[in-house]
């Protein structure tokens, strides 16, 4: 048996969803380039894609779409448990409870029915999306806004977040956005999946149990992170500074490092851009894209004193920074990775469930032996 920490390097299962090329600083979804699906695709678009295994002919996307639109409004039931939930919680443990709540209503089906698992998948896509919205406006102290039918899945999401119709140019980067967050290979949320999914539980129970795992500070939540590193240096000229003496300390950078990634990440690179098209067509100083510019340069120049030059930001550097500009709050950032890895948890759950064998590695005991059984007296 072999050993390695964090599971690093081990080949866990076979994929056919997507592949993350480390070296070169690609992302593929099903063969396809991630900076071609970002340009050129929609949300409904890759998410049929990744869940079905084959990109849609016109009518299959529009039903597909119909579909995601069908299944936006929630039980009265779910809305009674969102409503009785304490209203500062933290947005990700009020999701996994309300995940919870929905477990029952999932129609049992038989393993392999890939059909089956594909419409609870559009029912979770579109349930999580309006639970993100609402669970939002319920701690910023807004009423619950009923669903409509009009508008793509992502406009929507920001239409019920900010209760008004998205901005074209804004709606479209945010999709874009999502595109680049649905899947990464067996990052710690996927893999999350697909254990309890290996045991043949069920799917939602499986997403549940991800939106855990992704709100570690190590994964998704990083970018909310991000920001606080950001909303901690106050201002661009205090950057430098800041990271000299956080490195010093040997402290992690937020946004920075990847398991797989030795070079840029390609979807931080295209985050990069949405941010500075945004920043040459706005009046107003983004202080925060300014001083996550300024973290960046430090870093970079550090890192390569240190020959730690595979180091380089990952999607959550600059993610946040984004949904700030768009007038998201820091706290609803790591939701925004859930609304989009949604699809890959499913997608990888339907595709394992094709050949299941449950999840069980080996651990190496280090404790002791033969003790002897001491009785309490
Ligand atoms: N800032 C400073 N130093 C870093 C950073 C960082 N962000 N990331 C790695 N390093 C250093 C480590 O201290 C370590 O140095 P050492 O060899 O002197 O001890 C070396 O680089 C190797 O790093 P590891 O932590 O071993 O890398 P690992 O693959 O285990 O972890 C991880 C990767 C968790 C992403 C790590 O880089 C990290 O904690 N980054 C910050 C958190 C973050 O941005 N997470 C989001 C990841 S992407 C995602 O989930 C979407």
């Known amino acids: ?140 102290g807004l009423p619950l806004l009923p669903v409509k039918d009009s508008l793509s899945h992502t406009s929507h999401f920001l239409y019920l977040l900010q209760g008004k119709d998205p901005d074209t140019k804004i709606a479209h980067f945010f999709d874009v956005a999502m595109i680049l967050h649905m899947d990464h290979d067996f990052n710690a949320s996927t893999f999350a999946a697909r254990v309890i999914a290996s045991t043949e539980a069920h799917l939602t129970s499986a997403i549940s149990g991800a939106i855990g795992a992704l709100s570690g500070p190590l994964h998704g939540g990083a970018n909310e992170r991000v920001l606080d590193m950001a909303d901690a240096i106050k201002s661009p000229d205090k950057a430098s500074a800041w990271i000299l003496e956080t490195l010093q300390k040997k402290g992690k950078v937020m946004g920075f490092g990847h398991r797989v990634y030795r070079t840029l990440d390609p979807r931080a690179k295209i985050l990069k851009e949405i941010l500075d098209t945004l920043a040459k067509d706005s009046k107003t100083q983004d202080v925060t894209f300014d001083i996550l510019k300024k973290v960046h340069d430090t870093m970079i120049e550090e890192l390569s004193k240190k020959e730690k030059d595979y180091i380089w930001p990952n999607v959550d550097f600059w993610s946040g920074s984004f949904y700030r500009n768009i007038g998201i709050e820091k706290i609803d950032f790591t939701p925004l990775f859930a609304l989009a890895r949604v699809v890959g948890w499913s997608s990888h759950v339907i595709e394992m469930w094709e050949d299941n064998r449950i999840y069980r590695p080996a651990a190496e005991y280090v404790g002791p032996d033969h003790v002897p059984y001491a009785k309490v007296k």
């Open 1 to 140: 048996m072999t050993f390695s920490k964090g599971l690093a390097g081990v080949v866990a299962d076979t994929t056919q969803i997507s592949q993350v090329q480390g070296e070169d600083g690609r992302l593929i979804y099903r063969g396809i380039s991630i900076d071609e699906l970002a340009n050129q695709s929609s949300f409904e678009e890759v998410s049929y894609f990744l869940l079905k295994g084959k990109l849609p002919n016109p009518s299959e996307l529009s039903s597909w779409t119909d579909k995601l639109k069908k299944y936006r409004k929630l039980d009265s039931d779910v809305e009674k448990a969102l409503l009785s939930l304490p209203t500062d919680m933290h947005p990700m443990v009020a999701l996994q409870a309300l995940l919870a709540v929905l477990i029952h209503k999932e129609k049992p089906a038989q393993l392999k029915d890939k059909e089956a698992h594909i419409e609870t998948s559009a029912f979770l896509i579109s349930q999580l999306a309006t639970l993100i919205a609402q669970v939002s406006r319920r701690r910023r």
